[in-house]
């Protein structure tokens, strides 16, 4: 695309107008001139960057003359270049930075992985004769070129309202993000990045970018500036939106230097550390990794990996082989390796599960700052994620029947708009659960209230579904005397059974006052709670099966997480009152015999509050 990509709110200043002048009146260069009082001392135009070697009044050596520099007086900046001819600039304008020197060894590697594989598979084929040689060699200085053009035409500034990202040489784009529409900046760190000590930044927006673009990002920057640059924004936007307790934007401190070594004035400073660690983990909590299903399933993972690398570069070889060597091996010796192999992956399963497990959440902690969670982990690749707590409107607590032997959860934010939840949302990894509702209690709000347990009729729905085909199959195998399918289906009939109970026993919702919590699921547990505040509608299901037994599905919609929270197979008669006591002036205007809600409905008795439905008692959450 040629020309530029703007993608300014229209509350943004400067955005929207024909002249593209903001509030303070500037105008780009060739437009109208400015109000002379904004080159008044102290105002931000004189403060303003105006090039590597000019420093705010009263703050380094004296701008030098364009003259010397063989600049034209009065000439337009060059953003692109990153050169500034000391033409006017707009208010506010902060310091133009460009992305570490080691962008260009990072650009081309992270492109070079994915080559690898057919550049080595060219080469062999091809015997490494000259004219593969000289492509690869090609490619190699195409990478290397592309990596030097992204550094040298790659240029952020963070001005007191926005941040501004300018990328490109033929199609050239413009992305600006107004500061108090950002809801989160996330650093992450790959092994190739922790080497060279940069990083990758990822800004989220609200209302999120066109398409399937990423709201901003910088690949990459110095760690220390990725650092400086996130706090720097969390702070601003606190201030802007008024979250801050501060009245004034960011303080600007020392000079600063750039990745290319030069002193720039006029540098935002990241605000005074006001940080709260409300976790980090223990060492003795790596080893939960062996009671988590997905990790201790890593070395099949690593195994269907393995095999389709070999599959992509030799397979025809490979499969020539293995078919030779099973028909002219002994069928004993067969089985016997069969066997071997299997009890060596499963011994080996829980240290792959600890290993994978240690390697992801190495070093986690759980801080808050500027208003703000901040989780990082990763050994080889560290991230770190930024949740605003504005937009933490509740938390999940997960587990499994593995992980429930060692009282262990896992705990996840239930945040609005945001994307990749599976990884994005993990406020604390597997841990003692007494550990984690402290963390909660601190850092958000524990839920204090108790479950309401389901009625019996769940009961017996879960047993049907889970063991009832069994039973039917032992039936017929011991009308049709199959000794082996009785013996089979009569285990999983068994097994199935347990599980039911199990399912049933996870069932319960409550409501403490201030908070709802449902929890359901048996081999994947889910217990969410969610701010009374969040709640935004009720839906109640029902099927065939469920209108005989007087149960319903009670979806609690809220506008964060997955959208909405079920409380399966509740009392038609109780899920109604607990509905109208959560949210009465939403729910009372639908009851029969109810009258016109008011203001004072919320705290009053609904109708038929304390009667529990029959079979239903109350457990702690």
Do not use: C
């Amino acid at each position: 695309m040629d020309g530029h990509e703007n993608h300014a709110h229209p509350d943004d200043p400067g955005h929207g107008r024909p002249d593209g002048s903001g509030p303070g009146g500037w105008v780009a260069p060739g437009g109208a001139p400015r109000d002379a009082s904004e080159d008044a001392p102290g105002s931000p135009s004189e403060n303003a960057y105006d090039g590597p070697d000019r420093a705010p009044a009263g703050e380094g050596p004296p701008p030098e003359d364009p003259r010397e520099a063989g600049e034209r007086p009065g000439a337009p900046r060059d953003w692109w270049g990153g050169q500034d001819t000391g033409a006017p600039v707009p208010p506010g304008t902060g310091h133009v930075r460009r992305l570490s020197p080691r962008s260009m060894v990072v650009g081309p590697i992270n492109q070079l992985k994915g080559l690898l594989l057919p550049i080595i598979v060219g080469l062999v084929v091809g015997g490494f004769n000259a004219w593969v040689l000289a492509a690869t060699g090609a490619t190699v200085v195409a990478l290397l070129v592309g990596g030097f053009v992204t550094w040298r035409t790659t240029r952020y500034e963070v001005a007191e309202d926005r941040l501004e990202i300018r990328r490109g040489l033929v199609s050239r784009s413009r992305r600006t993000i107004p500061l108090e529409r950002v809801r989160g900046v996330d650093v992450t760190s790959t092994l190739l990045h922790r080497l060279l000590g940069v990083a990758v930044v990822r800004i989220e927006a609200a209302a999120g970018s066109a398409g399937a673009t990423e709201d901003g990002k910088l690949d990459a920057v110095r760690a220390a500036e990725a650092d400086r640059l996130r706090r720097v924004l969390l702070h601003r936007r606190a201030v802007l939106t008024g979250r801050s307790p501060e009245a004034a934007a960011a303080p600007s401190g020392e000079d600063a230097r750039t990745d290319t070594g030069e002193e720039h004035g006029g540098a935002p400073a990241a605000p005074e550390d006001d940080t709260v660690t409300h976790f980090t983990m223990p060492r003795s909590w790596y080893l939960y990794g062996a009671l988590s299903l997905g990790y201790l399933l890593t070395p099949f993972a690593v195994l269907a990996t393995l095999s389709g690398v070999v599959q992509q570069s030799a397979g025809e070889l490979v499969s020539d082989y293995v078919v030779d060597w099973v028909t002219g091996s002994d069928r004993g010796f067969l089985l016997v390796s069969a066997v071997v192999f299997a009890g060596v992956l499963v011994l080996l399963m829980p240290v792959f599960a600890v290993v994978s497990y240690s390697l992801t959440h190495w070093g986690f902690t759980l801080k808050e700052r500027d208003g703000s969670l901040v989780a990082e982990r990763g050994l080889f690749t560290r991230r770190s994620v930024t949740l605003e707590k504005r937009r933490i409107r509740g938390y999940e607590l997960l587990d499994n029947p593995l992980e429930r032997t060692r009282r262990t959860v896992r705990l996840r934010a239930v945040v609005t708009g945001l994307g990749d939840t599976a990884n994005r949302a993990v406020l604390l990894p597997l841990g003692r659960r007494e550990v984690v509702e402290e963390v909660v209690d601190r850092a958000l709000a524990l839920y204090r209230g108790r479950l309401d347990r389901h009625p019996r009729a769940a009961l017996y729905r879960r047993l049907t579904r889970a063991a009832g085909p069994f039973v039917l199959v032992l039936g017929i195998a011991l009308a049709v005397d199959m000794a082996w399918l009785a013996w089979v289906s009569g285990g999983l009939a068994v097994l199935g059974a347990v599980v039911g109970v199990d399912r049933y026993r996870s069932l319960g919702h409550g409501y403490d006052g201030e908070r709802v919590s449902v929890r359901s699921g048996s081999l994947s547990r889910s217990q969410a709670t969610v701010e009374r505040s969040a709640v935004i509608g009720w839906t109640w299901t029902q099927t065939l099966f469920q209108r005989r037994s007087s149960l319903a599905d009670l979806q609690v919609t809220v506008g964060a997480g997955a959208g909405g929270y079920t409380a399966q197979d509740a009392s038609q008669a109780g899920s109604v009152a607990f509905a109208a006591r959560v949210t009465p002036e939403m729910v009372r205007p639908f009851l029969a015999g109810a009258g016109p809600s008011g203001p004072g409905d919320r705290d009053r008795e609904p109708e038929g509050r304390g009667r529990e439905p029959e079979g239903r008692g109350r457990e702690r959450g």
